[in-house]
């Protein structure tokens, strides 16, 4: 049986037979093929990425308050905000996450190195969850996995 030679990839050539897959076929009979384009993300930023806002700030203490959704992909921002302040090394660092309406796990990450940032720097890290059910919910469990 003998190949049609515009469906024989150009490595054929080179002393093996190989058929050429669907992706090669327009470049083989000279037509131009449009960029690819790559998927979105799986959830696009979104209006409830989290906000952060200074509610106090003395020599001795800090009080900040976390509002939106906390994730894996809105995480960093929070972990930028905490280690601001851990850097700044006062007394007391007290993180308000009662604003926040999701909690991931990622979140439960970056509060573990913050505090472990918070306590190599000598700062006493209080963590607020206020009325969120969502921050509740995710240190209780924190607590019955006795994390350390």
């Known amino acids: 049986m003998r190949r049609d030679p515009a469906l024989v990839s150009p490595r054929a050539r080179r002393g093996y037979f190989a058929e050429m897959t669907p992706h090669e076929w327009p470049r083989a009979a000279g037509v131009t093929v449009p ?47 905490l280690d601001e302040h851990v850097r700044a090394r006062p007394g007391v660092l007290r993180v308000d996450l009662g604003q926040v309406r999701f909690f991931g796990a990622a979140g439960i990450g970056a509060l573990l190195q913050a505090a472990r940032h918070a306590e190599a720097a000598g700062v006493h890290l209080v963590v607020d969850p206020g009325g969120s059910r969502a921050v509740i919910r995710a240190l209780e469990l924190l607590d019955r996995l006795e994390v350390d």
Request: proline share 11%; with cysteine.
């Open 35 to 81: 960029p690819v384009h790559r998927l979105p993300a799986p959830r696009a930023p979104s209006d409830d990425d989290p906000g952060s806002r200074l509610r106090w700030k003395s020599a001795d203490a800090v009080v900040v308050e976390i509002t939106g959704e906390v994730d894996l992909c809105t995480v960093a921002r929070l972990a930028a905000v």
